[in-house]
């Protein structure tokens, strides 16, 4: 995963774009939460170019929340199958995202990733 990982973390640097050719926050993401954050939609899907990495050793990755100062949640979730030793350290991963998220939304001002492990039998 850390090879598709950063390629696709490259590619997306290439064609950054302008302040304002994105849309905000705003435009993004959906319904307000009660701590003044918002549930994201459109913003999630620009963690697309990084699922199938994800994925492939054993995660989920979405965009949780935006909380009101812009800082986008990630929630990594850890299945049964997964490697953990292929996973990015966070303080990695977290710019990484940040960069992608954004594309889609220039005022995401950083990532906080959050980890959940699915339950063992």
């Given at each position: 995963m850390v090879?598709s990982?950063l390629?696709a ?10 302040p304002?050719a994105?849309?905000s926050?705003?435009s993004v993401?959906?319904?307000a939460?009660?701590d003044?954050g ?18 492939a ?13 812009g800082?986008a949640?990630v929630?990594i ?10 996973l990015?350290?966070d303080?990695?991963l977290?710019?990484?995202?940040a960069?992608a998220?954004?594309r ?18």
């Amino acid at each position: 995963m850390v090879t598709s990982t950063l390629r696709a973390a490259v590619d997306m640097t290439e064609d950054y774009p302008t302040p304002g050719a994105a849309s905000s926050i705003l435009s993004v993401v959906g319904s307000a939460t009660a701590d003044g954050g918002s549930m994201p939609h459109a913003l999630d899907s620009a963690l697309d170019p990084f699922r199938p990495g994800f994925e492939a050793d054993g995660f989920d990755v979405t965009v949780d929340t935006v909380q009101a100062d812009g800082t986008a949640v990630v929630r990594i979730r850890h299945r049964h199958d997964a490697c953990e030793e292929c996973l990015i350290p966070d303080d990695t991963l977290s710019g990484i995202l940040a960069t992608a998220l954004r594309r889609a939304a220039p005022d995401v001002t950083g990532v906080v990733i959050e980890h959940e492990h699915a339950a063992t039998s």
